[in-house]
């Protein structure tokens, strides 16, 4: 299964990270004020119907190498002249060749970022609140343990760090909320076959309760699905392959955002 994949990915990150702690070398906190996640996400530009978080994506399990070469300062800046009200970052390193280091080289504009993992573990929370990440992504089929995701969303938000706990299925939704869960993404994704269903998405969202913010993700690829997200109830959709795969990502971003109604 792709998910044992992933964790076994994990385990040298999270020993590296226990040896740091047993010799007193654990990244400090990141000082000062992160830039505020969720408010972007509650107040997209009044001429979008929804926040795009636009995600700066080098690689992945089901497509392969999909951009290389691209500087993330760059590709940051590009987001944030296109219009992304967030960006998420991926950080991993096996499957999605991405690097921690690329959250604070993206961090200059000043857009909140997400660190998009695999994080099962308190240690990669520490090392999480160490980056300029305004929000990190939990994933309940990763770690499907309320106590445990309420532990690492609690560990988040105590350094400023707003937590997106992923979902697939109406089952993890529960484990979401019995978690505390108040930004819920909805991966159209099946982690364990990798294949993709938009209707699934715009299925679950009829579930949404007052006081959560709900984000599309995987399969956003055209205005039309982000009209159909907007419009079935999500507050924003994270957007990665479409806008990295021809190695034009602002331009990608900013033609997506002039036809999006």
């Keep these: 299964m792709l998910l044992d994949n992933f964790k076994k990915a994990k385990e040298p990150e999270i020993r590296e990270l226990r040896r740091l702690e047993r010799a007193g070398l654990l990244p400090v906190p990141r000082q000062g004020r992160r830039p505020d996640f969720l408010q972007a996400l509650q107040a997209p530009p009044s001429d979008q119907s929804l926040a795009i978080i636009a995600e700066f994506k080098q690689a992945s399990p089901s497509r392969g190498i999909i951009a290389e070469g691209l500087s993330p300062e760059l590709v940051a800046e590009q987001y944030a002249h296109a219009g992304a009200s967030c960006i998420s970052v991926l950080t991993e390193e096996q499957f999605f060749k991405g690097e921690l280091g690329f959250l604070d080289r993206m961090a200059a504009p000043g857009v909140p970022l997400l660190r998009k993992d695999f994080i099962m ?141």
């Design 121 to 261: 573990d308190p240690l990669q929370v520490t090392a999480t609140a160490a980056t300029a990440a305004s929000a990190m992504l939990l994933i309940v089929r990763f770690t499907p343990d309320a106590g445990l995701l309420r532990t690492l969303r609690e560990q988040a938000e105590s350094f400023g760090i707003h937590a997106v706990v992923e979902i697939f299925d109406e089952a993890d939704l529960i484990l979401a909320r019995q978690s505390g869960a108040r930004i819920i993404q909805v991966n159209a994704r099946d982690l364990d076959t990798l294949k993709t269903d938009r209707q699934i998405c715009l299925n679950l969202v009829r579930f949404r309760q007052d006081g959560e913010i709900w984000i599309a993700a995987s399969a956003m690829e055209q205005p039309s699905h982000l009209t159909a997200a907007a419009q079935a109830g999500y507050h924003a959709a994270l957007i990665g392959t479409a806008l990295m795969q021809n190695g034009k990502p602002g331009d990608n971003l900013s033609s997506l955002i002039a036809n999006l109604h």
